[in-house]
């Protein structure tokens, strides 16, 4: 069974920063794809970031590109989302999805509020 936990959502002010995690319960290396999603009350999950476990290429929307870095550390089966100068319009739950032999598993998803 394939879980995944996020963490380290919040509160933080425009041009701010935070950092998000997501455990898997699995070797990231099992994964072909880590990806994260966010969304906003009423709208449609929108893709934020990806990196492929086995080389670690990464891509990432243009609403973010420059601004947010994914990474991993395979040691502790983690992903990880840094996200710099933050905007409102960054105020979203993500969503950590992770793709594996044509399946999809999500985790529960982390808020993130960028608000003065």
């Known amino acids: 069974q394939v879980q995944l936990v996020e963490s380290g959502g919040g509160l933080v002010q425009p041009g701010g920063s935070l950092e998000l995690s997501c455990e898997a319960s699995?070797?990231?290396?099992?994964?072909?794809?880590m990806i994260w999603y966010r969304q906003t009350l009423g709208d449609q999950r929108e893709f934020v970031a990806t990196l492929i476990p086995k080389g670690g290429w990464t891509n990432y929307a243009d609403s973010v590109k420059g601004r947010f870095i994914i990474s991993k550390e395979d040691a502790t089966n983690t992903v990880y989302l840094q996200m710099n100068s933050l905007q409102p319009e960054d105020t979203a739950v993500y969503y950590c999805?992770?793709?594996?032999?044509?399946?999809?598993?999500w985790g529960h998803g982390a808020q993130v509020t960028v608000s003065s």
């Open positions: 999805n992770a793709r594996r032999n044509g399946m999809e598993y």
């Open positions: 699995m070797s990231l290396i099992s994964f072909d794809a």
